[in-house]
């Protein structure tokens, strides 16, 4: 291979000695296919198999892996340009300026602290998040980056959230992180208050109230 | 190079969810559906196949195409697919008429469907989730209105518009929708209020991701839709009287997480500092202008030139963002725009007479090809045959646009269609 110093050097073999497969899929098992049934309507000849497919996904965060490692320890890792100084969260491994010719990018922890750049109330979404409903999802700007990272504000009335407004990082309990931008959330920097209710407010407000009152309903 | 490309034909399976037809049966229908309007196109004129299909997620099959393509009985005949995501329609047709310009082929077809009926809809927002970004927003919870939502919030802040400018749009596809018998909207919900729809109904509707409620919001589908990319030649000779041109065809990306476009450094090239942020599809911009200038379109003149269009309207919201971004408005006006109708049948551009996405239905792969064959109807004057009534028929229309769009912006592209 040419060696080029903005080359990602890629392991021959990757010993993982810290194995936590127990905590996180020690329960799933793997079924491959399975038919679950099927259904018949005599009148219109339709027929219609179920068909059930289980598979555990890996993800190896690889060049990533510093951001990972880092969500586990409740540290945020993003990268830098060394070149043009453009910082970044999420992490780009190389440098996105075309002038700066895939630079490789370096590690800087970032202070967790930033602010709403733009962000919604969620009302639906996937099958795995309809019980978190509703809730505000967050592009937020840390701690100085050209990009935003989306994801969830907390400890807040849905209808309080503001563009602009100040936010801190927040980790979950040890014991609850796996590594993913799950183990943390924002919420409300320190001495920020919300505005005072408004015909806007209200609104939102309005239109949340049949969102708690289905969740409720979820099994 | 003076070589030019055609669309000579083309059809849709009516769009439903759920609905029970076979992807192969899906295009062999459009297929037969084509040759009632081209009787002289044949299968034996194909000489390339490209298929156009999102996600093998909807039909637990990997490469699809291939269960269609010998069904057709056209082994032998070169054939690939693409995937684009949203845009999978207009990329597939990008695409074709690459292929034709180039002079390699002569006879393109161009086929897509999607089966997003095999799953739940809360399940198929997932998987459509699947496409963005999925280490960082999906896991959040975050599914493609909600990404959508917060640009769109933004959007509405920003060009001072509120969530009323917005239903226009929604209110508006889904009303010419219920003038096509192929629409999902009109197989399906309308038969429920057997009216037009309003902006109080739309107010009304659950919450999706604020300020998107349900009717902002495009349809899950099931469908299938087939074109037919020609040379002029092969169309003057076989699809006389009924073919248009592709005059202008332009395709363009931006981020895959909008988050990354506040001061991506591609477009601060380009447009300058701090656009698109994450209120405008920089990439419909971009590649609207490059199907504008293949055409011969003053950018400023656009809205005059643009005599009918079909836009992809995944959300209302976006509908209203693709305005500004094909140069049909600006900051200064935007409102006004919206607020005089402009983009209704009797305004100066009307847009989605055929339902769009949120009236005719979105499954995903066949969408843009549905687009650019709503469009090939209306320059070639077909739409009272295929539609229920003259209503969303565009007289004399001299030139169309067609635009597919896929992820939060990610990839769009634009084409012009001219009559002969």
Redesign the interface.
Known sequence: MVDDKRMHKIPDEVEYTDKHSDDFRGDVREHGFQFVGYDWAPE?E?FKIY?H?DQLYY?KLAE?SKMGKGFLDGELWGTKCPKCG?KFF?PRVNC????CNLEKTEWIKLKPEGHV??????????????K?L??V???V?IDGC???????LRGIDPWDAE?GMPVKVVWADPKDRRG???DF?FEPADGWKPSPMNPEKE??KE??Q??YEWVKTLK | MSRKVCIAGGATTPFGYPMHLTPEAMIANCIVETQQDIPDFHLRDLDLMIYSHFSVHFGKQLCPEWVVHDHLGLVGVPHFRVENGGNTGGSALYAAFLAVKSGLFDVVGVAGWETMDNVTQSQGSEFIALASDTRYEALAGGIYPIYYAAMAYKFMKEHNLTEEDFALAAIKNRNYAADNPKSQWYRGEYKKYNRDLTIDDVMQSRLISYPLKRYDCCLMSRGGSFALVTSEEWAKKHADGKYVLIDGAGLSSCTIRAGDRLSFPGWTERYGKGYPDMTEFAACRHSGEVAYDMAGIEYKKAVKEVDVAEIHDAFSSSETQIYKALHWCDKDNIREFVRERRTFMDGDVPVNPGGGLMGFGHPVGATGIMSAIEVYYQLTDMIPKKHRSSKTYVRDAQTGLVNSHAGTGTSISNFILRRP
């Open positions: 219109e339709q068909l497919y993800w990533l453009d999420p996105w300026n075309l002038d750049h733009t962000f919604t109330i969620a009302g639906w979404s996937g099958k795995s998040s309809l978190r509703p809730f999802l967050a592009y700007v050209q990009t935003a990272v989306a994801n969830e563009f993913t931008i799950t959330w609104r939102i239109l949340c049949p969102v």
